[in-house]
Nanobody, 123 residues
């Protein structure tokens, strides 16, 4: 599976962005997908995950109510809609493909990673 993330860029606090992840290769609709992020000087952390059918979704607490993960299996796409962005959301955002049908917060469950897209939020 190859993943290509896009949609990042510089924004102001309070703005919105939608990240996209295009998947190709094996049938990605059979597996969960997720977004992780890595802020400067910090370890990569979980952001959101979605099960293969989109009926089970998880978010890290800091983005609940502001971010929305979704997927379009017909297009092999996963999205992350980010509203009310804060400076602490500044990071490189990675999409990831799970080995399982259900989503999780564990990085070890994900076997394919995109190259990342940088989101910079200024105050």
């Amino acid at each position: 599976v190859q993943l290509q993330a896009s949609g990042g860029g510089p924004v102001q606090a309070g703005d919105s962005l939608r990240l996209s992840c295009a998947a190709s290769g094996r049938t990605v609709s059979n597996n969960a997908m997720a977004w992780f992020r890595q802020a400067p000087g910090k370890e990569r952390e979980f952001v959101a995950a979605i099960s293969r059918r989109g009926d089970s979704i998880y978010y890290t607490d800091s983005v609940k109510g502001r971010f929305t993960i979704s997927r379009d299996n017909a297009k092999s796409m996963v999205y992350l809609r980010m509203n009310s962005l804060k400076p602490e959301d500044t990071a490189v955002y990675f999409c990831a493909h799970s080995r399982f049908s259900y989503g999780s917060r564990r990085q070890g469950d994900y076997v394919a990673w995109g190259q990342g897209t940088l989101v910079t939020v200024s105050s």
